[in-house]
């Protein structure tokens, strides 16, 4: 049973925006203790960060061109955290995870959020998202 759940998927035409959300599922998790990153895992490719923010909502991008078009955000009052996607394309077609990491400072997102051998407290089940006309 996974402790986190993304909504806002679907099927999008190239250049649209899209809002993914990523909440706790049940009362167990308060996302207020954690750091959340999202992550893309595209049709045959591994899966990768896209960017994380911290509990005092300082965000780390995986590049820096990565804010071109992503913003991930937090809103400690409805207890979520999103990622827009602006000016979608066929390379943005995936699963979209979001994880919690509990051992972060609350800061700073952990420096090695985007390895793959980092410990993640917790991960959802993913949204799809499909680019195309």
């Known amino acids: 049973q996974s402790h986190l759940a993304e909504t806002g998927g679907g099927l999008v035409q190239p250049g649209g925006t899209l809002i993914l959300s990523c909440a706790a599922s049940?009362?167990?998790?308060?996302?207020?203790?954690?750091?959340i990153a999202w992550f893309r895992q595209a049709p045959g490719k591994e899966r990768e960060g896209i960017a994380c923010?911290?509990?005092?909502?300082?965000?780390?991008n995986r590049e820096d061109s990565v804010k071109d078009r992503f913003t991930i955000s937090r809103n400690n009052a409805d207890k979520k955290v999103y990622l827009e996607i602006r000016g979608l394309n066929s390379e943005d077609t995936g699963v979209y995870y979001c994880?919690?990491?509990?051992?972060?400072?609350?800061?700073?997102?952990?420096?090695?959020?985007?390895?793959?051998?980092?410990?993640?407290?917790?991960w959802g089940h993913g949204t799809q998202v499909t680019v195309s006309s």
């Open positions: 994880a919690a990491d509990g051992s972060a400072q609350h800061w700073w997102c952990a420096d090695s959020w985007t390895r793959r051998d980092h410990t993640w407290t917790f």
């Open positions: 923010i911290s509990r005092g909502s300082v965000v780390a």
């Open positions: 049940g009362s167990v998790v308060d996302l207020d203790y954690y750091a």
